[in-house]
């Protein structure tokens, strides 16, 4: 039973195939234990079924512990950590290393705590700003904080399985933005506070490169969460195909079980056609015995775009090494008083900057707002410099940094009659950025009560129409849906003496909501 558009080789890649892609470093235990589960519908820990376990190759077990209060991590929660990892590569800096050899190693490391805007790492998931997408980058923190992997994660930094570093969740601590931090200030946006395992394998080069656009393009739970499984079984093969028995890949993904043929093609195949019209999959195969009869694996041949992302590496490879070569020259006097921690991209991905010639006219704008008719090319030139280092350097946004300009405009007054200089900006831009989020902050206050209340009034009336879908239904119909729910609930772990008629009933509207969908 094989699917799909045949086998790929390496030497049948058209010269000039181009996909559109954004490589992001991913840390390489949590894409290969089955950290997140492959489904939309959150699922919490049971008396039956209080954690997910997967066993790896090599004898290894691993536990992924979820906290009652939040569920096991989803398909939303792996989105938000695609964007969070985007994050990471652009927060992250280049420090050097000796060997034992002699050798200097440029390592990436992360800032500790990491901070981003909500609407930033929305942006970065690929979805639009809402009431609803807000609540759930909160509680996605939250769910990362609570949940703990037992078992034995790599550890890079003594190159060795550790299974006491899986103890420690990947967000060891966090404080909500508009929250009081430890010092007592306002948390101007989320900070949270990195596993040191993470950050150790990240310094330490553990990492994958993951497509982001090519993660985003996908609709699927289970082709997401297959893309990183198959992107690591076919590499382990050197590009040949990877099999796997379905009992560990529903396990790996977290998903439903089935015995028959029919249920496991039914449940899978969409996610494979997926991944085959994105050319990521070249074919797909449930394999037969002599008699006809499914043994209960299923194989995988790696796609155009799979063998595209391995020419994509190998070439960051190689020019990442000469950058970094470049970057270990002997540093001028100047540089020497530089902060070794300074902003740089990762070698992992070649840096995009933004030209001089942009600096320049903000510069001139600048001044002209404040009186200035005649500029100095000196005074220019250390404008730009002042631009160049706030956004290239420490990674402030050109909105935060017009924000600031702005608030400079505006609040002359506070630095006297004239406005000499940009040295100033640097020292304000903070106060300008919390001042501008508490003058917007009543009005986000504001569309967040209406946002929560329209989505409070339309979940009202999608529950209003299935309870007079409901009651639309013949007796026979309406028993055949409450033996469907009890079925349903019986599967999640639910025991006989919980089956309340609320509980069922509640059942019943979702799976009537999930079948008009």
Request: net charge positive; glycine share 6%; charged share 30%.
């Amino acid at each position: 039973m094989d699917r799909g558009e045949g086998n790929y080789k390496r030497d049948g890649i058209p010269a000039d195939l181009a996909f559109i892609v954004e490589y992001v470093p991913a840390e390489q235990n949590l894409e290969t234990i089955g950290y997140f589960s492959a489904r939309y519908k959150r699922r919490y820990p049971t008396d039956k079924l209080s954690s997910k376990v997967i066993s790896l190759s090599g004898g290894r077990r691993m536990e992924v512990i979820p906290s009652a209060k939040y569920g096991f991590p989803n398909a939303d929660d792996l989105d938000f950590y695609r964007a969070f990892l985007k994050i990471c590569d652009e927060r992250a800096t280049l420090v050097p290393e000796v060997d034992e050899d002699g050798r200097l190693t440029l390592h990436p490391q992360l800032p500790n705590p990491i901070g981003f805007r909500t609407r930033e790492i929305i942006a970065k998931a690929g979805r639009e700003k809402s009431a609803r997408e807000t609540i759930a980058v909160r509680e996605w923190i939250e769910r990362l904080n609570a949940t703990v992997v037992h078992g034995e994660l790599y550890d890079a930094k003594i190159k060795k399985y550790n299974a006491k570093i899986g103890l420690e969740p990947l967000f060891r601590k966090f404080v909500h933005v508009g929250h009081r931090t430890e010092i007592g200030e306002t948390a101007a946006m989320n900070y949270v506070w990195l596993a040191d395992w993470f950050i150790d394998n990240y310094f330490y080069y553990y990492v994958r490169r993951v497509d982001l656009r090519f993660h985003q393009s996908l609709s699927r739970p289970i082709a997401k969460s297959l893309y990183p499984l198959l992107d690591n079984g076919w590499f382990a093969a050197n590009g040949g195909v990877f099999t796997k028995r379905y009992s560990e890949l529903c396990a790996f993904l977290d998903i439903q079980p089935y015995k028959q043929i029919s249920r496991v093609q039914q449940q899978l195949d969409p996610s494979h056609e997926e991944l085959v019209r994105e050319r990521f999959l070249a074919s797909y195969e449930y394999l037969l015995d002599t008699n006809g009869k499914w043994t209960g694996s299923i194989r995988w041949n790696p796609g155009l775009k799979w063998f595209y992302d391995q020419d994509q590496k190998k070439r960051y490879k190689d020019v990442s090494t000469e950058s970094a070569t470049a970057m270990l020259q002997v540093p001028s006097r100047e540089d020497k008083n530089a902060s070794v921690a300074s902003q740089m991209p990762l070698p992992l991905e070649a840096p995009t900057l933004v030209a001089n010639k942009t600096y320049g006219p903000r510069v001139a704008q600048f001044y002209a707002e404040v009186g200035y008719g005649r500029l100095s090319r000196q005074k220019i030139t250390a404008g730009i410099r002042i631009l160049s280092d706030l956004i290239e350097t420490q990674k402030y946004t050109w909105d935060e940094i017009n924000t600031a300009l702005s608030w400079i405009v505006d609040n002359r007054a506070k630095f006297g009659k004239d406005v000499y200089s940009l040295n100033l900006l640097p020292h304000i831009i903070e106060q300008a950025l919390r001042d501008h989020m508490k003058s917007i902050s009543q009005d986000e206050k504001r569309q967040k009560v209406n946002a929560d209340r329209e989505v409070v009034a339309r979940h009202e009336r999608q529950q209003d129409e299935l309870e007079k879908r409901l009651r639309g239904l013949s007796d026979e119909q309406r028993e055949h849906l409450r033996n469907r729910a009890i079925e349903v609930l019986s599967n999640q772990g639910v025991k006989p003496p919980f089956f309340l008629d609320s509980l069922i009933r509640s059942e019943m509207l979702y799976l009537l909501a999930d079948k008009n969908q």
